[in-house]
């Protein structure tokens, strides 16, 4: 005796569900999907919005300082917060001085040491000093700040100062007693600082010049440096260019060991030997003690001017590294 014949409606049903079930399985996992790119924009926007609140707060603070004030209180040299006159001149010298004299001093050593290491450094101690030139980027700057104030500054007001003073006194730049601390002592410092930053992009920009432009001017019958200078050096100038703005705005903005060992005095003075003050160590030395609101508001402005350069020599520097790599990765070679 047969058995039950299946309903024509079941088949319908069955089969139908064995179809759908793939599409069912393909919208579920566009879920995680969404939440994802759901989540990776949500972190991409609140950057934005950090940077728009930072700009927003910045404005607003220092609006009463400027409607006081205006234009001339980046030309006045009053610092007196007793009669409430305010001048960012001297912090703005401050600030220009010590950070061009980095740039000085660091430029031959990080320039010298991104060459060696990408050019004329065995292979096997390539990695090493690298690694450790580096670590130089590592070290926090009250640190800095620290060995600055007992070993440099001991060595200036002994040794070099006096030296500069009696050889190159005549310039005027290097009069005046050798304390130590001063203008000089926060150049140092800072060409310290930046010198693992300019030397980074400088190697990274070396090693994405074509291998075959080396081979091809020591072809011509060009010297080992010669081949450096035109077929290296000639063809990274822009973002070894770009390197060097991008460690100007690390000057530009350093703050603690700057304060430690540059004076604090808000003058403007022709000797490097002088105290002086820049914009980010007034910020961290007066912030605290500002009572009146002309007083504050004048701080904000000072550190929204402080804020504006950074953003702009930071969008330069990435201009011109992305300019010579156009994106490409780093290729080493032998």
């Not at 006194?169 to 009069?175: A, D, I, Q, R, S």
């Not at 930053?197 to 010049?209: A, F």
Request: proline share 6%; charged share 10%.
């Amino acid at each position: 005796m047969p058995g039950p014949q299946p309903v024509e409606g079941t088949k319908v049903t069955a089969v139908s569900g064995e179809r759908s079930s793939p599409l069912l399985r393909a919208s579920t996992s566009e879920v995680p999907d969404r939440l994802f790119k759901s989540a990776m924009t949500v972190c991409g926007f609140a950057v934005l919005g950090v940077l728009v609140l930072i700009v927003y707060e910045l404005i607003s603070g220092s609006g009463l300082s400027w409607h006081a004030f205006g234009f001339k209180f980046f030309a006045g040299s009053d610092w007196n917060p007793v009669s409430e006159q305010f001048g960012a001149l001297p912090f703005i010298y401050g600030t220009l001085v010590s950070s061009f004299l980095a740039l000085i001093i660091a430029i031959p050593l990080a320039v010298g040491v991104a060459v060696f290491t990408t050019e004329m450094c065995p292979g096997r101690l390539r990695g090493p000093l690298s690694f450790f030139v580096e670590l130089l980027a590592a070290i926090p700057s009250v640190i800095y700040g620290l060995w600055a104030m007992f070993v440099l500054v001991p060595l200036l007001s002994g040794y070099v100062q006096p030296f500069l003073a009696k050889t190159m006194g005549w310039t005027g730049l290097f009069e005046g007693p050798p304390y130590g601390i001063g203008m000089l002592a926060a150049g140092i410092i800072l060409a310290i600082m930046i010198i693992p930053i300019i030397s980074s992009i400088t190697r990274e920009v070396l090693m994405v010049v074509p291998q075959h432009q080396r081979e091809g001017v020591l072809a011509l019958g060009a010297t080992r440096w010669e081949m450096i200078r035109v077929g290296v050096l000639r063809n990274a100038r822009a973002g070894i260019v770009g390197g060097i703005i991008l460690g100007l705005g690390r000057a530009l903005g350093e703050t603690m060991a700057v304060t430690m060992v540059i004076g604090n005095r808000p003058e403007i003075a022709k000797s490097l030997f002088a105290p002086g003050y820049t914009m980010a160590s007034v910020l961290a030395n007066e912030f605290s003690e500002a009572t009146g609101d002309v007083y504050l508001s004048a701080l904000v402005e000072i550190g929204l001017a402080l804020f504006l350069v950074t953003i702009v020599v930071n969008a330069l520097a990435q201009l011109l590294v992305w300019s010579v790599t156009r994106g490409q990765p780093a290729r080493g070679h032998a």
